[in-house]
């Protein structure tokens, strides 16, 4: 039918056959696309494994690649159409692009309310009707991954690092806690500077070696060490019980008092409250929330500070801050080590929430994944990582959860998504540290990723 | 102090680079006098840029000795040290043939970094900063405004909000000049300022190198190969061709030097005789 239509219009007027070979162009490329739609869904989508009484049987549904494939047919023609085109000519409508500019002027205001609003919101948060058991637990697992997002951060956003390994520090920072807590009794307010410290410690161990590498090679033993850390837990049997894991984890308590029903220092006793399972929640919600705004203040103190400069300028050329008398080797070891003190932190928090680990939890996908925050946050950004964590570890949960199966598929889908939208992530732009004047944000075309 | 105008503030002996079997700079020996522009010449490739980054500690030399010595007796032997120690122990600073700002940040933060080693000890190797100490507010003041002088001086203080990498390319030029001396050198090492600047632009070069000599007293070693930027300011120079200096003194000694011309314009040896002539006449 589309080839019927397309040599209708090529026999037309001479005067549109331009218009014409274009709509033919447009027609074949979403054809094609079309078709790449349909062989990848193919081998994905025509099958469904079921589970019946004569045991596991195929049960086929063509009718699901089809689909597949004229969704990404009828999307491909509708971008052509409506999106590309229009970005070609936007002078044809300038009578849309006056009201879009006042429009976006209160908007920038608005910006300098985002932070509060959102720190607002994540303080009033537990307090909230909707905030159920389930809610707290999504946002707790939400705010441990801001807080490794704006650890990582320092790392790679602001020092230009690539640790593809951060996970790591992650896992030094658990099973810190836990060691601690079940050789030497300690509890989780001991243990957590302790985590932190050693996690740091980890920190100058890994950065002395790779200190010399750059870029690809740097990201490659990164990420060695992060297998190298679960691979140590996982096969050192005597020590971390290898796979099965260090269960009955100590709880956090606030000032002695424990969350437990009934006894001496039981919370709810304490102030004469109904004992209820949500006061241990809602206690390690605000844990990790003030941890995770730790972080961020740390961050944001340190980008004003010399060392912070110093982190920014090594992103931005390696070779003038040598020739500006900065210590390239010391500077990189602080970085390392700062990233890795927050990942620590937020470890031990992991574990004391668990109440058991193993090393299973620290895989190279939870990297990844702090990663992909940090990226699409925008790196450098402490709102965009905040953001960025909420939409994708929020969202995951929230809005995939029944599509359980395509989750990656969808998480990659998102990525690159976003990539093509906002290529340097959603907050694209650099404020500076210092200014005279007003302090005028920096584009981010300007601002390098760093090569090491 | 036992300050003296014309003391000899470099002194390279005996410089030898060899990557591999390639000789880049073969035993150049010269002296840089304090308080005194020394311009490095010659045709592309004669390995200028080379002993710059052995001065600067880029590079660790294969051979040879280079020696500062600062106005209050200090003796460094650049060689020895890395390159991070050249610029904030000896205190020589450089800047780059292929502009090398912080073009992500704003022209101010650029010559901020440049203080980063007074400042990381003003705040206390960053404890104290994060204290916020009053200590450390008062000491990024005042690199603030020495930062602020030197935006004056050359003339870019109303750009001082904007991304380095935003603005024109002479007055990266500019700004590069100015972060290198808000590292408070003795020695400055500029190389090829003048590139890609247009005559206006040059002679406001000019007019600042000479400016930083006579009123920070400052000594300058310079590579160029614009002339007039050259002859118009340097008070000595040496000339390098493959690796080896074929001429060493003031600028008009060196303008009459055959072997030079020779070098500039690609002349057989044999030629050279005629060219004497001719100059003689």
Sequence with gaps: MTQASVTNTLNG????????????????????????????AFPLLTHK???????????????????????????????????????????????????????????????????????????????????????????????????????LNIVVGLAGL????????????????????????????????????????????????????????????????????????????????????????PKPTLFGLQFKRFGENSFADYFGLEYSTLHRFIFLYFIILALALLTNYVTIRLRRL????????LREDEVAC?????????????????????????????????????????????????????????????????????????????????????????????????????????????????ALGERKAISGELVREGDG | MTEMAGDDILTVEHLTMRFGGLVAINDLSFVAKRRAITALIGPNGAGKTTVFNCITGFYKPSEGMITLRHANGGTFLLERLSDHQVSGVAHV???????????????????????????????????????????????????????????DKVGLTERADDAAGDLPYGAQRRVEIARAMCTRPTLLCLDEPAAGLNPRESHELNQLLMNIRDEEGLSILLIEHDMGVVMGISDHIVVLDYGEKISDGAPEQVRADPAVIAAYLGVEDEELGEIEKEIAT
């Design chain 1, 13 to 40: 007027a001479p005067g549109a056959s331009a218009g014409t070979e274009k709509m033919a162009a447009a027609f074949k490329e979403a054809l094609i696309a079309g078709l790449i739609a349909l062989g990848l």
């Design chain 1, 49 to 151: 494994t079921v589970q019946q009484a004569e045991g596991l049987v195929l049960e086929p549904r063509w009718l699901w690649a089809l689909i597949a494939g004229g969704v990404v047919f009828a999307g491909r023609l509708a971008l052509r159409f409506l999106v590309w085109d229009r970005q070609i000519t936007p002078p044809s409508m300038p009578g849309l692009v006056k009201p879009l500019a006042a429009l976006a002027r209160p908007l920038a205001g608005l910006r300098a309310w985002i932070g509060p609003v959102l720190l607002l919101l994540a303080v009033v948060f537990p307090f909230l009707p909707g905030a159920d058991r389930r809610m707290l637990d999504l946002a707790i697992l939400v705010l441990t991954y801001v807080m490794l997002g704006w650890g």
């Design chain 1, 162 to 249: 690539l640790d593809l390994g951060y996970v790591a520090f992650y896992a030094v920072g658990a099973y810190s806690f836990a060691l601690t807590a079940q050789y030497f009794d300690l509890g989780f307010w001991t243990c957590l500077p302790i985590a932190g410290v050693l996690a740091g410690f980890w920190g100058v161990i890994l950065g002395f070696p790779v200190l010399r590498l750059r870029g690809d090679y740097l990201a490659i033993v990164t990420l060695a060490f992060g297998e190298i850390v679960r691979i140590v837990l996982l096969n050192w049997y005597s020590f971390t019980n290898g796979p099965d894991g260090i269960s009955g984890i």
């Design chain 1, 306 to 313: 010399p060392i912070g400069r110093a982190w920014e300028a």
């Design chain 1, 322 to 434: 040598r020739s500006l008398g900065i210590n390239v080797t010391n500077t990189k070891l602080t970085a390392f080590a700062m990233g890795a003190m927050f990942g620590g932190f937020a470890g031990s928090f992991f574990a004391t929430r668990q109440g058991f680990i193993s090393p299973e939890s620290f895989t190279f996908i939870e990297s990844a994944i702090i990663l992909a925050i940090v990226v699409l946050g925008g790196m450098g950004s402490q709102i965009g990582v905040a953001v960025a964590a909420v939409v994708m570890i929020g969202g995951g949960e929230l809005v995939f959860r029944e599509f359980d199966l395509y989750r990656m598929l969808i998480f990659g889908l998102t990525m690159v998504a976003i990539m093509v939208w906002r290529p340097r992530g959603f907050v694209a732009k650099r404020t500076p540290s210092i």
């Design chain 2, 93 to 151: 600073a450089r800047t780059f043939q292929n502009i090398r700002l912080f073009a992500g940040m704003s022209v101010l933060e650029n010559l901020l970094i440049a203080q980063h080693r007074p400042l990381m000890r003003a705040s206390g190797y960053t404890v104290g900063g994060i204290l916020g100490l009053k200590h450390f507010a008062r000491a990024e003041q005042e690199a603030v405004d020495f930062a602020v002088h030197w935006l």
